[in-house]
């Protein structure tokens, strides 16, 4: 055998996978058809947001969190429903346990931190055993996803320079070699160099072939989400609505979730495919990197919601509230669109972009600049994207702003009477400190946890205050994400047949496996679980694989 582990994908599952296994004394090589630049995949990109149950970051916040607390949420955001969701089942509550138990002692002790103000991402709307986040529990890792990386990609260096794991960029693998129904290496194209900046397209020319034999295969290829007609082909209609015909790509192309078909033609099965979670909160980037390369807004809660049609959305389609009911609101709507109206009071203090790139203070630990945030302007980055994205229209008067929104999709859909008419009724519930309006309690709640009024809401105001403006209006687009449906695995990340009957030496970790299980969300996430269930299942197919 050319290695005892073959490791298929470099980002984070895969270097995790890589680092555990190669300290239980294994010969590990790891294939990625990007070229070294990309290393690290998409949690690179990230903005390295963690779920942790009961941490100290949430208590010294007087938050107070338990795993029966998170168990329901987690269970209620996911609505198991299906008989192939055993193991996802299985992984859920696995998952909860680390994340209530060693997760963050683990990292700690290989020297990530954690920003000290915890995010309430996903907050639901409904019922309290429904979908969302009871209590804050987004812990965004000091230097975001480079800071999540980093003592991964230090330990597979350290393990590269001793001669126990070897990197193969730039191969391709096109398909699984199974000899007496076991899977034993792989084999495919050897792609031209191309230096191209990290995140961007880059050459598919052939220049060779490859074959690595190993005693057993990890793959921990990512997702679907820059390959939108895959995207579309496993669109769940009968949930969300039709597929839209517009999107922006919140990944580089290269997530192409090739390697799923790959696997089943070795005998992997894939579950829940139709189960996907996409922004709907996207900015066409000014300044794009990759194909059609969108920017989700993390926003807090006081921006107005309005369709295409300028008609304000009603709860639970509230800024940072629920994704995916939001995202079947739009597609109702029967446009790919819709729109943020908003104050310059407002985007000073709620607006936030999704990425490293996006949040240099964050990515490069330096407090002086992270202290900006509490200004009076808005970010540097969300300053940008207002003079430059062609997303954003600003001015002092409504009419005026409506007249630009209109002018900006070229579409004439927004009346201005109607749009003003929305606007000052809501304006009327900001008068008292009661409200009938979902979205004025939601606000008036959020700004009852700590970390939401010092840095995530702004002081309720009348929308057509002057002091507060200008007026600002955001269009929305529809942003491809992530996979919830994968690779089924058992417990120890073996990949299984549909049978349920493991595949000799076949392993999956991360997005490509569902985060585990093949779907160990199920059909909501409640952030911050992503990047968690690539460490997750990237540590356990690490330390099961050849055992």
């Known amino acids: 055998m050319d290695c005892d582990v073959l490791v298929i994908g470099a980002g984070l599952a895969g270097l995790v996978a890589a680092s555990e296994a190669v300290d239980r004394?294994?010969?590990?090589?790891?294939?990625?058809?990007?070229?070294?630049?990309?290393?690290?995949?998409?949690?690179f990109w990230s903005l390295g947001g963690l779920f942790f149950i009961d941490s100290p970051e949430q208590r010294r916040m007087r938050i107070r969190d338990s795993r029966a607390l998170a168990r329901q949420d987690w269970f209620g955001s996911a609505q198991f429903d299906r008989p192939e969701d055993h193991w996802p089942r299985l992984w859920a509550d696995a998952y909860l346990d680390f994340a209530g138990g060693e997760k963050r002692a683990w990292l700690h002790a290989q020297g990530m931190r954690w920003f000290p103000i915890v995010g309430w991402a996903e907050r639901g709307g409904g019922l309290a055993t429904g979908h969302g986040n009871s209590v804050p529990r987004f812990h965004v890792t000091w230097g975001t996803g480079p800071g999540v990386l980093a003592p991964f990609l230090r330990r597979v260096r350290e393990a590269e320079a001793k001669g126990r794991l070897s990197f193969r960029f730039r191969h391709r693998v096109d398909r699984l070699?199974?000899?007496?129904?076991?899977?034993?290496?792989?084999?495919?194209?050897?792609?031209?160099?191309?230096?191209?900046?990290?995140?961007?397209?880059?050459?598919?020319?052939?220049?060779?072939?490859?074959?690595?034999?190993?005693?057993?295969?990890?793959?921990?290829?990512?997702?679907?989400?820059?390959?939108?007609?895959?995207v579309r082909r496993n669109w769940p209609v009968d949930r969300l609505g039709p597929a839209p015909a517009r999107m922006v790509s919140g990944v580089p192309h290269h997530v192409d979730g090739r390697m799923l078909a790959?696997?089943?033609?070795?005998?992997?099965?894939?579950?829940?495919?139709?189960?996907?979670?996409?922004?709907?909160?996207?900015?066409?980037?000014?300044?794009p990197i990759w194909p059609n390369h969108g920017i989700r807004i993390l926003p807090g809660p006081s921006s107005l919601w309005f369709d295409a049609d300028g008609n304000r959305f009603s709860a639970p389609a509230i800024p940072g509230f629920d994704t995916l009911g939001t995202l079947k609101a739009i597609t109702a709507s029967g446009?790919?669109?819709?729109?943020?109206?908003?104050?310059?009071?407002?985007?000073?203090?709620?607006?936030?972009?999704?990425?490293?790139?996006?949040?240099?203070?964050?990515?490069?630990?330096?407090?002086?600049?992270?202290?900006?945030?509490?200004?009076?302007?808005?970010?540097?980055?969300?300053?940008?994207?207002?003079?430059?994205?062609?997303?954003?229209?600003?001015?002092?008067?409504?009419?005026?702003l409506v007249a630009a929104m209109n002018a900006l999709t070229g579409e004439g859909r927004l009346d201005a009477a109607h749009v003003r008419a929305q606007v000052e009724a809501r304006d009327r519930e900001i008068d008292n400190a009661f409200s009938k309006d979902a979205q004025t309690v939601a606000i008036r709640g959020a700004r009852r946890y700590l970390g939401d009024l010092l840095m995530r809401t702004a002081r309720p105001h009348r929308m057509l205050d002057p002091t507060a403006g200008p007026l600002i209006a955001v269009r929305l687009n529809l942003l491809t994400r992530k996979t919830l449906g994968g690779l089924q695995t058992d417990l120890g990340g073996r990949v299984l047949e549909l049978s349920g009957k493991p595949v000799p030496g076949l392993y999956a970790a991360g997005e490509v496996s569902g985060f585990g299980g093949g779907g160990v969300h199920g059909y909501n996430a409640l952030e911050g679980t992503f990047l968690g269930g690539c460490l997750f299942s990237g540590r356990i197919a690490g330390r099961n694989v050849c055992a």
């Open 177 to 230: 070699l199974v000899d007496k129904g076991a899977v034993v290496g792989a084999e495919g194209a050897v792609l031209a160099a191309d230096p191209v900046a990290r995140g961007a397209r880059s050459s598919r020319d052939a220049v060779g072939a490859f074959a690595v034999s190993a005693d057993a295969v990890v793959v921990a290829s990512g997702g679907i989400g820059g390959n939108h007609e895959l």
């Open 262 to 287: 790959i696997a089943q033609e070795a005998g992997g099965s894939v579950i829940n495919g139709d189960r996907m979670w996409h922004y709907t909160e996207g900015l066409r980037n000014w300044d």
């Open 25 to 43: 004394g294994l010969r590990v090589t790891v294939l990625d058809q990007e070229g070294e630049q990309n290393l690290g995949g998409q949690a």
């Open 335 to 400: 446009h790919d669109y819709s729109w943020f109206i908003l104050t310059k009071a407002i985007i000073k203090k709620e607006f936030a972009l999704s990425g490293s790139e996006q949040n240099p203070d964050l990515t490069g630990k330096d407090i002086r600049l992270l202290l900006k945030r509490l200004g009076r302007n808005p970010p540097g980055p969300v300053q940008a994207f207002m003079d430059k994205g062609e997303d954003f229209v600003v001015r002092d008067r409504l009419e005026d």
